[in-house]
């Protein structure tokens, strides 16, 4: 069976691609604080759904939630668990991803591809159209942002898809981030630059 790449993975890569290369070739693991911080961001996170469970899914017009589900595909070479998915009522579907961070007033890149590649494994799953995905910013507050899957989109989780293997197979350390202000916090910083 060939490795499937996980919407988080696709993630980091987006972060950096020497992210892929740490984890994925050499296996060093991230520092606990970051494995911290989202363990803490999950914590209150379930901690408010078992209080309200209603404070999000009010903002979006759902028919029903299937909840998390474990997703693979081998076409698209890809497997992960969106934190939900939901029929709206349009009856189209929609995968829905919670991140314990204050909306930055638009959407990462990153964050972009991470709920494209579940909009992706839901469509193929599923076989139900996906026209959205959601992101729910759940730090001070909460805010559901609406991110349209196009073909655009769906073509550079593709795309990151096979770079990502390239860097597997091939075993060559990518450059160096051009944005070096990136590595000001990041978790392979001591080791990289
Ligand atoms: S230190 Fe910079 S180049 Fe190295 S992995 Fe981190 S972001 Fe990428």
Redesign the pocket.
Known sequence: MNYKITPTELLEYYF?P??IY?MNVLKIPQYEDRRFKVQKGRNIHEKRMKENPDYLWKKLQVQKRLGATQLSSERLGLNGIPDDIVILEDNSYAPVDFKWAVYPDYVYPGHRIQIAAYAMLVEEIFQQPVYNGYIFYIRDGSKAVEVPITLTLKGKVLQAIKDILEIMNNEIIPD??RRRT??LD?T??NI??
């Open positions: 950096c020497r992210f740490y160096l981030h990136r590595c990041c392979y910083r990289c630059v």
